[in-house]
C-alpha cells in the first residue's frame, strides 16, 4: 500500500471533488480528511487513536474552514491526543458548557443570588429598595449582559442615565451595590476581578447633607405646633409626633406592628429581623416609651389597632410608604428641607450637649453598635434604666420645645 504523504490536498483537488452516491473521503496526511457527501457538503475530518482506541474529530464545514485553518486546528487537536493525552471531543464539550454557563450567569442573576444573601443581614426596607432599585434602574441596561463580560464602562452608561435627572445620592448608593455583586461573583470565582474602580472621575460626586434636620429646639417646637394644623390623616400626623419622641430608625417606625408594643410595661421590642442593625445584635432591641409615647399609642390604638400595622397604607395591607411621611415632614415644615431621619440627628445633638446622660446611653438608645468590635463583644449592658429616664426627658424636652417655655435640664436621681 502507498505510503500518505502530508499535505496531498489542495483548494483545487477540493473544489473539483464532486459529490457520489455513496460518501467518500480525501486525505490529506496525518489522519487529516476531507469527507465528501451526496449533497455536495464538505467536512474536515481528524483521524487518531487515544487509549488504543480510534477518535473521529469533526473539524468543520469546507469553504467556511479552510485548508489551511484545517491543517492548524488538525495539528493542535493531535498535539493534544498525543502529547497531553486529552480527548478533544470530551474538552470541546467541556469548553461549550462553560460557555453555556457564563452565558446563563447573567448580572441579573448573580444579583438575585447576592439579594436572597444579603436579605438575611438588610432590613427589609433596604433590601425593598436595592430590588426596586435594581428593577428600575439596572437590569435594563446591564441585566442580560454574562457577569464576566460587563467592564467599568457598561456599568458607567448605567449610572449617568440616574446622574443626568439629577440623582447623585441615589447613583452613589447604586453603585455600590452593583460593586458589592462583582464582589460576589469574584469569592464565587465567576470572574478574575471587579471591574469597578474605587473612583470614576467621570460620575460627579454627590455633596450635601446626608439626612437634613431641624436646626434648632425652636425650629423642633414650631414643627410640633405646626402639627395641630396638619390637613393629612390622624394615623400619619402620630408618625410624624412619634417620629420626634421615639428618634428610631424611620423606617423601623413606619412598618412597626402592634404585636411588638406592651403598653403596660411601656415597652417596644423590635423583632431582630426587622432591626437594620440586627448584625451586630444578639438580641432584640428594645425602645423605653415616655408617657406622652403610650397616650399617643392609645389613642391611635382606637383607630388602627384592628390591624396589623400602626400606619396601614389606605386599601392595601402594607404600612404607609417611606414617600408618605416624607410629604408629611415637608408641608408641617416648610423653613426649610427635613427629612424623617434627621430626627435621630436632632436627637442625639441635643442629647449629648445636654451633659446629663452618657454616650453609651444614647448610642444604645439609638441602636448604634459600638465601633470598638472588641469592647462591643464583652459589653452586654442594655441601660434599660438610663434609657428609660432618657425617653421621658426627650419628650418631656420636645413639650415644652412645642409650648415654648423655658427649657430645663432634668436631675437625675
Not at 458548557?97 to 433596604?126: C, G, H, M, V, Y
Not at 392609645?298 to 400595622?309: I, N, R, V
Not at 431621619?341 to 449629648?352: K, L, P
Request: charged fraction near 30%.
Amino acid at each position: 500500500m502507498k505510503k500518505l504523504t502530508s499535505n496531498s490536498l489542495n483548494d483545487l483537488a477540493i473544489k473539483a471533488a464532486k459529490p457520489k452516491a455513496q460518501p467518500y473521503t480525501l486525505r490529506d496526511g496525518d489522519g487529516l480528511f476531507l469527507l465528501v457527501h451526496p449533497n455536495g457538503s464538505k467536512y474536515f475530518q481528524l483521524r487518531t487513536t487515544l487509549h488504543n482506541k480510534r477518535k473521529l474529530i469533526q473539524l468543520g464545514t469546507y469553504p467556511e474552514l479552510s485548508l489551511s485553518e484545517a491543517r492548524e486546528q488538525s495539528r493542535e487537536k493531535r498535539k493534544q491526543v498525543k502529547i497531553e493525552h486529552v480527548d478533544p471531543i470530551v474538552e470541546a464539550k467541556l469548553i461549550k458548557q462553560q460557555k453555556a454557563k457564563e452565558a446563563d450567569n447573567t448580572f441579573e442573576k448573580i444579583a438575585e443570588d447576592w439579594l436572597a444573601i444579603k436579605q438575611r443581614t438588610l432590613a427589609p426596607s433596604t433590601y425593598l429598595k436595592i430590588k426596586q432599585t435594581f428593577n428600575a434602574n439596572v437590569y435594563g441596561v446591564i441585566g442580560k449582559y454574562p457577569i464576566k463580560d460587563i467592564d467599568n464602562q457598561l456599568v458607567r452608561k448605567c449610572l449617568m442615565i440616574m446622574q443626568k435627572r439629577g440623582a447623585l445620592e441615589f447613583m452613589e448608593k447604586t453603585r455600590g451595590w452593583i460593586k458589592g455583586v462583582f464582589d460576589f461573583a469574584l469569592s464565587d470565582r465567576l470572574i478574575s476581578e471587579n471591574p469597578i474602580p474605587a473612583k470614576d472621575e467621570r460620575l460627579i460626586k454627590h455633596v450635601g447633607e446626608k439626612f437634613p434636620r431641624l436646626k434648632s429646639m425652636q425650629d423642633a417646637g414650631k414643627l410640633l405646633l405646626n402639627l395641630a394644623d396638619y390637613g393629612g390623616s390622624f394615623e400619619v400626623a402620630t408618625c410624624v409626633y412619634l417620629q420626634m419622641h421615639f428618634a428610631q430608625r424611620p423606617s423601623e417606625l413606619r412598618c412597626a406592628r402592634w404585636a411588638e408594643f406592651d403598653l403596660e410595661k411601656a415597652i417596644w421590642t423590635l423583632p431582630l429581623e426587622q432591626s437594620k442593625s440586627r448584625k451586630y445584635m444578639t438580641k432584640p432591641h428594645t425602645v423605653m416609651l415616655s408617657k406622652q409615647a403610650v397616650e399617643a399609642l392609645k389613642e391611635l390604638q382606637a383607630y388602627t389597632g384592628h390591624s396589623e400595622y400602626l400606619f396601614s397604607a389606605r386599601l392595601v395591607r402594607k404600612p404607609i410608604s417611606e414617600a408618605t411621611v416624607r410629604k408629611a415632614f415637608r408641608l408641617i415644615f416648610t423653613d426649610y428641607h427635613i427629612v424623617p431621619h434627621g430626627c435621630r440627628h436632632f436627637f442625639s445633638t441635643q442629647a449629648n450637649e445636654s451633659g446629663l446622660f452618657r454616650r453609651d446611653v444614647i448610642e444604645a438608645f439609638l441602636a448604634h453598635s459600638d465601633k470598638d468590635k472588641i469592647r462591643e463583644v464583652y459589653n452586654e449592658a442594655t441601660y434599660d434604666n438610663e434609657r428609660r429616664q432618657l425617653a421621658q426627658w426627650w419628650s418631656d424636652q420636645l413639650d415644652v420645645m412645642r409650648d415654648g417655655a423655658k427649657i430645663l435640664p432634668l436631675k437625675l436621681a
